[in-house]
T-cell receptor
Framework: KQEVTQIPAALSVPEGENLVLNCSFT??????LQWFRQDPGKGLTSLLL?????REQTSGRLNASLDKSSGRSTLYIAASQPGDSATYLC????????????FGKGTRLSVIA | DGGITQSPKYLFRKEGQNVTLSCEQN?????MYWYRQDPGQGLRLIYY???????QKGDIAEGYSVSREKKESFPLTVTSAQKNPTAFYLC?????????????FGSGTQLSVL
């Protein structure tokens, strides 16, 4: 059974700092991996989706990488801003049938002005 | 605007009562999902549906029921058999199929027990 782990559970950084969020998964046979952002009391917003054949995806100040063989993904946020404060979740879709996404518990990020 | 609408935003349940959470999408997506989120926890899958009139149990389906009579609607009923229903409930949809399955989420319903 696929398990997704995110470390650290919480992170606090000063504004302007570059940071990395980590995601690991136990079954490397995945279709894709997604990174989501969740603001308090809100739904999730998809940030980046990496297909299993890709190594990375970029959107603005965000860069997500994928290393299937080691079961790891990282989300890099450049020049962090207070508006980046939120919980970031990663989720993987495995190959088996129509199995939906398996989510990690998220990393709660606080960017201090 | 295209999107997913969940209602109500807040819902209170009395002991022994069934309550229904609404989820409607106008994205023309085939697949729809219900997740439960507890504080500090990841999302856990309750039910999902790939096509109309068909749905499958997720990891924590006990005490819940769903229907998929229309493509755009996927209501979730929390029955009295669910003994710990207090949580944040999220509905999602995707185009469907395998591969590039980007998920779109509603804004959630917070369910509490009176």
């Amino acid at each position: 059974k696929q398990e997704v782990t995110q470390i650290p559970a919480a992170l606090s950084v000063p504004e302007g700092e570059n940071l990395v969020l980590n995601c690991s998964f136990t079954d490397s046979a995945i279709y894709n991996l997604q990174w989501f952002r969740q603001d308090p009391g809100k739904g999730l917003t998809s940030l980046l989706l990496i297909q299993s054949s890709q190594r990375e995806q970029t959107s603005g100040r965000l860069n997500a990488s994928l290393d299937k063989s080691s079961g790891r993904s990282t989300l890099y946020i450049a020049a962090s801003q207070p508006g980046d404060s939120a919980t970031y979740l990663c989720a993987v879709k495995t190959y088996s049938g129509n199995t939906p996404l398996v989510f990690g518990k998220g990393t709660r990020l606080s960017v201090i002005a | 605007d295209g999107g997913i609408t969940q209602s109500p935003k807040y819902l209170f349940r009395k002991e022994g009562q069934n309550v229904t959470l609404s989820c409607e999408q106008n994205l023309n997506h085939d697949a729809m999902y219900w997740y439960r989120q507890d504080p500090g926890q990841g999302l856990r899958l309750i039910y999902y549906s790939q096509i109309v009139n068909d749905f499958q149990k997720g990891d924590i389906a006990e005490g819940y029921s769903v229907s998929r009579e229309k493509k755009e609607s996927f209501p979730l009923t929390v029955t009295s058999a669910q003994k710990n229903p207090t949580a944040f409930y999220l509905c999602a949809s995707s185009i469907g199929g395998k591969g590039a399955e980007k998920l779109f989420f509603g804004s959630g319903t917070q369910l509490s027990v009176l």
